[in-house]
């Protein structure tokens, strides 16, 4: 059901922003809307997401109003601040969106349309779960302005997705993407690499699988283990195999040598697209540090530097809102020292890199020994900009480190 929610200060029943938050209208205004449902817990999963038996009291026939709710509020609190902003990018994230009617969808978009408006060219992006997937729903969420599909594919290989607690029929990632193209949208697919007992060779199935289907973008995510899940206690008692770094690593780059190959492009460490136009915003915005809001249970938010996030569970967020409260839970504001510290390990991961200028002092001084490790690209470094090399992509944490001490 998800990991802990940070501390931070007490946020206002009302959900009022400091008065001394600036909202910018140079600043892009996105919005993530969370559907915290799914048909079962996936073992490697610490997303805050429920099943039905975990729901106790939330209703999932409910959701579309709650979140109508806190758009509402949202709207008046940003309302307070100066002009509102269109969305530049929305994005339904879970969970399973796909789980909800796509009326309902098509309801919670329309509510942020009506608050702000959309900016001409948005782009909206919908998880969805292969499964889950038919021409009527896909032509209904086009209807609605959907403009892109985010469809978990996670691998092309039974027993990799056994491992991983997927329950979807490998068959129907195609029939997936075929719905979504029937309905002029946009096709990202979602990979996981490292799963207990795949090989490189099962890996390298999946991922022609993936290119074969054409899709416009791709990510490829190296399987974590988050404390608390079902594969954290596996691996804790035995039963399965913690990942294997070395074998991941080789993952990763049989991943950037094959999608370079099949015509993408890396743009961030984990994430390829076929050009710059099917790139994603909106999470190019969270790289960017720029604004967005995040409406259900334990959504994040940041407006001008604060951030926030809601209660986690979907009854105490129903309950928030059923007598007209915010939903938020707490808040924080880094100092500046902290922002730009955050800013190099987040703009670092990106292909645009980060100024070599933001860069602490010894960090400045590191640059040459990770031009000289094949960390860092040595022509962009010249020109002023942290760029990674393939190498850097596997070893950032370290690129990082070396440029913030």
């Known amino acids: 059901m ?3 929610l940070p501390l931070g200060d007490p946020a206002p029943l009302d959900g009022a922003l400091p008065a001394d938050v600036r909202v910018s209208d140079d600043v892009d205004f996105g919005v993530y809307l969370h559907v915290p449902f799914c048909r079962v817990r996936c073992g490697y999963c610490d997303f805050n997401t429920y099943t039905a038996t975990e729901l106790r009291g939330a209703r999932q026939d409910a959701y579309a109003d709650e979140v109508l709710r806190e758009i509402a509020i949202s709207r008046r609190v940003l309302a307070e601040r100066g002009p509102l902003r269109p969305a530049q990018t929305v994005f339904f994230g879970g969970g399973t969106p796909t789980l909800l009617p796509p009326g309902d969808l098509a309801r919670m978009l329309d509510g942020v ?4 408006g959309l900016a001409d060219g948005a782009e909206v992006t919908v998880e969805a779960n292969p499964d889950t997937m038919t021409d009527a729903v896909a032509e209904t969420l086009a209807a609605a302005g959907v403009t892109r599909l985010s469809i ?5 290989v039974p027993h990799v997705l056994a491992a991983l607690d997927r329950t979807h029929d490998p068959a129907n990632i195609a029939t997936a993407v075929a719905a979504a193209r029937n309905a002029g949208l946009a096709v990202s697919l979602d990979l996981i690499y490292g799963a207990p007992g795949e090989s490189l060779e099962d890996w390298r199935t999946s991922l022609e699988t993936a290119t074969a289907l054409a899709p416009d973008h791709v990510s490829a995510y190296a399987l974590i283990v988050e404390d608390g899940t079902k594969l954290e206690r596996q691996i804790r008692r035995g039963e399965v ?6 074998l991941q690593a080789d993952m990763y780059e049989l991943a950037d040598e094959l999608l370079a190959a099949a015509g993408y492009g890396w743009y961030e460490v984990s994430n390829w697209a076929t050009n710059g136009a099917q790139r994603s915003r909106h999470n190019l915005s969270y790289w960017r540090g720029q604004d967005w809001w995040g409406y259900g249970p334990g959504a994040h938010s940041h ?7 809601n209660v986690k569970h979907p009854a105490a967020y129903a309950q928030r809102l059923a007598v007209g409260q915010s939903p938020a839970a707490g808040r924080e504001r880094p100092d500046a020292e902290a922002r730009r510290l955050e800013d190099i ?3 670092s991961r990106i292909v645009d890199g980060v100024a070599v200028d933001e860069a602490t002092a010894i960090g400045r001084r590191n640059v040459a020994s990770l031009i000289a490790d094949g960390l860092v690209d040595g022509a962009a470094a010249v020109h002023g900009t942290i760029v ?3 190498r850097g992509r596997l070893l950032a944490d370290a690129v990082v480190r070396a440029l913030t001490e």
């Open 113 to 116: 349309r009506e608050a702000f």
């Open 345 to 347: 390990l987040l703009r």
């Open 241 to 246: 195999p913690a990942p294997d770094d070395d």
């Open 152 to 156: 978990g594919m996670q691998s092309a």
């Open 303 to 309: 407006i001008g530097g604060l951030r926030w996030w």
């Open 388 to 390: 990674l090399t393939r």
């Open 2 to 4: 998800g990991s802990a």
